[in-house]
């Protein structure tokens, strides 16, 4: 199994960057689809999350009403929509996914089964 993220880059505060994470050697189904990221020095932090079944979204405060996570299940490929990015948002970006066990939803980034390798975004100020 193979996560590849991409479309990151060095943007202004104020721009707009889309993610894309295509899957190998699986299929989307039965997976819950997340984005995590780790800034300079920080730990991992939960992104956004789609939920296999019921394709319902849960977002991290600092990032709700700005990013959009969606997937396109035909194509394997999950996308992160990053609107109106600030400073704070810089950080390595990494797709994951975890086999459907219940409604809940995981914040935590061991929890998922595979994750991809990462892709930078860095917003300049």
């Known amino acids: 199994v193979q996560l590849q993220a991409s479309g990151g880059g060095l943007v202004q505060t104020g721009a707009s960057l889309r993610l894309s994470c295509a899957a190998s050697g699986l299929t989307f189904s039965t997976y819950d689809l997340a984005w995590f990221r780790q800034g300079p020095g920080k730990e991992y932090e939960f992104v956004a999350v789609?939920?296999?079944?019921?394709?319902?979204?849960y977002y991290a405060e600092s990032v709700k009403g700005r990013f959009t996570i969606s997937s396109d299940n035909a194509q394997n490929t999950m996308y992160l929509q990053m609107n109106s990015l600030k400073p704070e948002d810089t950080a390595l970006y990494y797709c994951?996914?975890?086999?459907?066990?219940?409604?809940?939803?995981?914040?935590?980034?061991?929890?998922?089964?595979?994750r991809g390798q990462g892709t930078l975004v860095t917003v300049s100020s």
């Open positions: 994951a996914i975890r086999r459907w066990r219940s409604t809940a939803v995981s914040r935590d980034w061991r929890r998922y089964d595979y």
């Open positions: 789609i939920k296999w079944g019921t394709d319902a979204t």
